[in-house]
């Protein structure tokens, strides 16, 4: 397990961008899986985007072409690009890592809106 520590979030007008960041407090070379989540107030935490080690990478429906997500194992650091923001992806963002037993951060909230 690793601690886990999300940073970049905030008010943005729609449209606008922000960088998520997570920084791992060990090494993530070997981590297989990881992951942006989010949870809107009200509504189920879901994921918003996966990497893994290879460099492959997968996105809910609801972000593709707005969001990247990206790894550097050399700074134990996973990133979420996120760009021409919605309201809608206003939430409370999750850092995930897939270790057993697995690691949660504690969160960052991003909040779209004029």
């Known amino acids: 397990q690793v601690q886990l520590v999300e940073s970049g979030g905030g008010l943005v007008q729609p449209g606008g961008s922000l960088r998520l960041s997570c920084a791992a407090s060990g090494s993530i070379f070997s981590i297989y899986l990881m992951a942006w989540y989010r949870q809107a107030p009200g509504k189920q935490r879901e994921l918003v985007a996966h990497?893994?080690?290879?460099?492959?990478?997968n996105y809910a429906d609801s972000v593709k072409g707005r969001f990247a997500i990206s790894r550097d194992n050399a700074k134990n650091t996973v990133y979420l690009q996120m760009n021409s923001l919605k309201s809608e992806d206003t939430a409370v963002y999750y850092c995930y890592a897939a270790t057993s037993p697995s690691s949660w951060g504690q969160g960052t909230q991003v909040t779209v809106s004029s």
């Open positions: 990497i893994i080690s290879g460099g492959s990478t």
